[in-house]
């Protein structure tokens, strides 16, 4: 079955990049997502990529995708401490409902 | 329209008791989505409905489990006999299926389940 790994903890200071990584299994995966849940709060879409896609660009974030070996990786450029959060990647197939979540990488911001 | 909304946020229970949830997603979406998340881990899928058809079940979703979209709108997830295994956050999401496209799900706040 389809599967999503991430490392659990990363710390950086205010201002330096982030890089979170993710792999996963499903070799069908047709959308992959990053999620950001800070404490009490839902899960938000921060951005997604095609599997036929290698890099996408959106402000201060960049997801890269190695579809060869299922990687998936989000950076953050200039990390604020209002990024301090949980985040998600997932996966989901072309024709498939559901989405299978990675359990999560906690973002710690110091200042 | 404001977004998918979940009622009640919190509920409090006593294994064996039956609870009901509520989602009520954003009005033109046709997709509507249940997920459980229990502490440090990911959102678990549950079960999804196209309108009002439930379309896939995971194996999570025990004989205690039921879920109701009766009229593709609303949708309501009641677990009977709750044990203290049930307590996690119980989350909705719903999408506006383009058949073959992109379709991405918005997440309500979700409802925290806590069993005594």
């Known amino acids: 079955g389809e599967d999503v790994e991430q490392s659990l903890f990363l710390s950086v200071r205010e201002g330096d990049s982030s890089v979170i990584n993710c792999t996963y299994t499903d070799s069908s995966s047709t959308y992959l997502y990053w999620y950001k849940q800070e404490p009490g709060a839902g899960l938000q879409l921060l951005t997604y990529?095609?599997?036929?896609?290698d890099m996408k660009q959106d402000q201060r974030l960049t997801v890269l995708l190695n579809k060869k070996d299922k990687h998936l990786s989000l950076r953050i450029a200039d990390t604020q401490t209002g990024d301090s959060a949980i985040y998600f990647c997932?996966?989901?197939?072309?024709?498939?409902?559901?989405?299978?979540f990675g359990d999560g990488t906690t973002l710690t911001v110091k200042p | 329209d404001t977004g998918v909304s979940q009622d009640p946020r919190h509920k409090i229970t006593k294994r064996g008791q039956n609870v009901t949830f509520r989602c009520d997603p954003i009005s033109e979406h046709n997709r509507l989505y249940w997920y459980r998340q229990t502490l440090g881990q990911g959102p678990e899928f549950l079960t999804y409905?196209?309108?009002?058809?439930?379309?896939?079940k995971s194996r999570l979703l025990s004989d205690r489990f039921s879920a109701e979209r009766p009229k593709g709108s609303f949708s309501t997830l009641e677990i009977q006999r709750t044990e203290q295994g049930d307590s996690a956050m119980y989350l909705c999401?719903?999408?506006?299926?383009?058949?073959?496209?992109?379709?991405?799900?918005?997440f309500g706040p979700g409802t925290r389940l806590t069993v005594l």
């Open positions: 997932a996966e989901k197939g072309t024709n498939a409902g559901k989405s299978t």
């Open positions: 999401a719903s999408s506006l299926d383009r058949a073959g496209g992109y379709n991405e799900q918005f």
């Open positions: 409905f196209q309108n009002e058809a439930q379309l896939e």
């Open positions: 990529i095609f599997s036929n896609m």
